[in-house]
């Protein structure tokens, strides 16, 4: 396949430079180099898991998915000890 890339006069060169260093043509360099990327295993990682409720969480004893519970406690909260 014939294509065209576009990419920074320093970048180019370092290519150029690293090519010419493994005896290969910039074009079978640049091939595995793209092979080698492809073949890389993702890095799997441990998905994200939000605790809204329960005894891990900031307010462990209000579900944070009611959002009339998390006011309320809040408002608790700010205005502790305000009142006389």
């Known amino acids: 396949m014939r294509t065209s890339i576009f990419i920074d006069d320093e970048l180019g060169a370092q290519l150029k430079q690293a090519a010419k260093a493994s005896g290969l043509s910039l074009s079978a360099f640049l091939a595995n180099a793209g092979r080698r990327a ?19 969480g900031v307010y462990p004893d209000i579900c944070l998915d009611r959002t009339s519970e998390l006011i309320a406690a809040e408002d608790r909260e700010t205005f502790r000890g305000t009142e006389s």
């Open 38 to 56: 492809l073949q890389a295993s993702p890095t799997k990682k441990k998905p994200f898991k939000l605790i809204t409720y329960g005894s891990q």
